[in-house]
């Protein structure tokens, strides 16, 4: 069964530097009918201003996962034990951190007149207390166009993909063009969401546009195919 999530029902927050879609219950958006999809937790579509971002807070027991689509934004953080990342990233770069037993972090566009946008994504944890870690990496076009990659997977099983989290969850990246078709098989027991970033697609017969999701159960497999170039985020989740 596909549950298509149309990008217009989804909640926002708009401040005079950030416009915030949320696909699942945020902060003051409460919708008791989208507060989760398994261990997914927040798909939120983040447009920032120039100069501004989300100032230092805390975060304990989530994996959070940024996504950039463009622009620049600049990751600061203090761990639990002391520890500092800093990284400044573009598009196509994905940030993971595990907030575990505790973590402060800021998201900022360092760009003084160009907006950043980003997906910033939350899973539960497979349980509270890991220690808190952040790892970075850089996914370019050519590595993703046209193909299902895994660019987030499970820290407890033997995975492909480079960046880790501890929950039994793995994210694919895509970039589709127009006619190019990637397909994905979901184990049994399984839950899939797929969220369009950017373009359209055909996900099995049914038209999914920009900020469009599907959540997908009791499928034994999926195919997505471009109608336009289009930038895909596809999550496979026990």
Same mark, same amino acid.
């Given at each position: ?21 949320? &696909?699942? =219950? ?6 008791? !009918?989208?507060?989760? *999809? ?6 939120? @579509? ?57 973590? &402060?972090? =800021? ?6 007149? !160009?907006?950043?946008? *980003? ?6 944890? @497979? ?57 994905? &098989? ?53």
């Amino acid at each position: 069964m596909i549950t298509v999530r149309p990008s217009h029902t989804r909640g926002q927050s708009k401040w005079s530097w950030l416009d915030s879609k949320h &696909t699942f =219950s945020f902060g003051r958006y409460i919708d008791r !009918e989208h507060v989760s *999809f398994r261990s997914l937790r927040v798909i939120n @579509d983040d447009i920032v201003a120039g100069g501004k971002g989300f100032e230092p807070h805390p975060h304990e027991d989530m994996e959070i996962i940024s996504y950039v689509v463009s622009g620049r934004l600049a990751h600061k953080d203090q761990m639990e034990d002391g520890s500092r990342h800093a990284h400044e990233s573009g598009a196509g770069s994905v940030q993971v951190m595990s907030a575990g037993r505790g973590v &402060t972090h =800021s998201e900022f566009n360092p760009s003084p007149t !160009e907006a950043s946008r *980003f997906i910033q994504i939350w899973i539960m944890p @497979d349980r509270e207390g890991h220690d808190p870690m952040y790892a970075q990496r850089d996914f370019s076009e050519a590595e993703r166009r046209n193909k299902l990659v895994p660019i987030v997977g499970p820290r407890s099983k033997k995975t492909d993909a480079p960046l880790l989290i501890n929950q039994d969850a793995t994210v694919y990246s895509t970039l589709l063009s127009p006619g190019a078709k990637v397909g994905h &098989t979901i184990a049994k027991g399984r839950g899939v969401y797929v969220q369009v970033v950017r373009g359209q697609i055909d996900l099995d017969g049914k038209a999914l546009g920009e900020g469009d999701g599907a959540a997908i159960e009791n499928e034994g497999s999926i195919v997505l195919t471009g109608t336009t170039d289009a930038d895909v985020l596809v999550f496979d989740l026990a």
